[in-house]
């Protein structure tokens, strides 16, 4: 079983940058797909951003252009990048695993805490 844990989120104004880090334990993350999903107050939880085993990368048109996704299976820790920061990316953002890259989180087979991020205007 992989464990995972959020880090790096946080109280920031519009226009400003975040790096999340997902620190896997357990097993290598390396033959999973991975993503992030964000959760906001009152909302579904959503697809953000993912990277397959492979490296290819897929963004939600919402953050297109101001996040990005990698991996580092070396250290077992995904990353998103996220710049120009917007009020409405005000969320709870999780990672997440599973054998592909799917958009819908019931697909996914272990998940991080989570990490707040709230960005104020």
């Known amino acids: 079983q992989v464990q995972l844990v959020e880090s790096g989120g946080g109280l920031v104004q519009a226009g400003a940058s975040l790096r999340l880090s997902c620190a896997a334990s357990g097993r290598t993350i390396s033959p999973y797909a991975m993503a992030w999903f964000r959760q906001a107050p009152g909302k579904e939880r959503g697809f953000v951003a993912g990277?397959?085993?492979?490296?290819?990368?897929l963004l939600a048109d919402s953050v297109k252009g101001r996040f990005s996704v990698n991996r580092d299976n070396a250290k077992n820790t995904l990353y998103l990048q996220m710049n120009s920061l917007k009020p409405e990316d005000t969320a709870v953002y999780y990672c997440?695993?599973?054998?592909?890259?799917?958009?819908?989180?019931?697909?996914?087979?272990?998940w991080g805490q989570g990490t707040q991020v709230t960005v104020s205007s």
């Open positions: 990277v397959t085993a492979s490296g290819d990368s």
């Open positions: 997440a695993g599973a054998r592909f890259l799917y958009t819908a989180d019931r697909n996914y087979e272990f």
